[in-house]
T-cell receptor, first 113, second 114 residues
Framework: GAGVSQSPSNKVTEKGKDVELRCDPI?????LYWYRQSLGQGLEFLIY????????KSGLPSDRFSAERTGGSVSTLTIQRTQQEDSAVYLC???????????FGPGTRLLVL | GESVGLHLPTLSVQEGDNSIINCAYS??????FIWYKQESGKGPQFIID?????DKRQGQRVTVLLNKTVKHLSLQIAATQPGDSAVYFC?????????????FGKGTHLIIQP
């Protein structure tokens, strides 16, 4: 597509529920990244994929967070048993390769009540 | 701790004036730096980047300067326009243990006064 797309754009959930966030990268981009942006804060790197592989998962905040990428394209970020501190904007970016320019999607605004 | 930070959280300039947004970084091994612009409710938008083998790079109305000696990065915006109002983030690429994510500063809110 023309740019990185994310869905849903907004998500309101209750504490304890699971949520799944989706990212469609720019067509042909092999690298995909997830970030989290809390209110008034900068962006916090979570995880990246090169192809379908995520070499380093240490940036994920807890074991309730997981991510996968299939077919070298779409990625999903799953948060299990959501907590209020998970409320944030989750941003996805893609690039044509590692250390190339990362282009961001519009984000998913997650609110955990 | 925060390895990429901005000196001023808010910068207000008159429309038509030039603006300079500053950024300090702490990892001398970083070799790639980027400036992003983020408008309210949107994702960060790429503005300009620079690699560590360069000191200066120019784009359309924007210039990025890199001073590796003092680990300082700046973004200059010429002839600011109302559409330049946004939060500006600097970011660096820190390859650590294979991670390839960017480390962002907290951002500077640029306000263009009419």
């Amino acid at each position: 597509g023309a740019g990185v797309s994310q869905s849903p754009s907004n998500k309101v959930t209750e504490k304890g529920k699971d949520v799944e966030l989706r990212c469609d990268p720019i067509s042909g981009h092999t690298a995909l990244y997830w970030y989290r942006q809390s209110l008034g804060q900068g962006l916090e790197f979570l995880i990246y994929f090169q192809g379908n592989s995520a070499p380093d998962k240490s940036g994920l905040p807890s074991d309730r967070f997981s991510a996968e990428r299939t077919g070298g394209s779409v990625s999903t970020l799953t948060i299990q048993r959501t907590q209020q501190e998970d409320s944030a904007v989750y941003l996805c970016a893609s690039s044509s390769g590692l250390q190339e320019t990362q282009y961001f999607g519009p984000g998913t605004r997650l609110l955990v009540l | 701790g925060e390895s990429v930070g901005l000196h001023l959280p808010t910068l207000s300039v008159q429309e038509g004036d030039n603006s300079i947004i500053n950024c300090a970084y702490s990892n001398s091994a970083s070799d790639y730096f980027i400036w992003y612009k983020q408008e309210s409710g949107k994702g960060p938008q790429f503005i300009i980047d620079i690699r560590s083998n360069m000191d200066k790079r120019q784009g359309q109305r924007v210039t990025v300067l890199l001073n590796k000696t003092v680990k300082h990065l700046s973004l200059q915006i010429a002839a600011t326009q109302p559409g330049d109002s946004a939060v500006y983030f600097c970011a660096e690429n820190m390859k650590s243990g294979g991670a390839d994510g960017l480390t962002f500063g907290k951002g500077t809110h640029l306000i263009i006064q009419p």
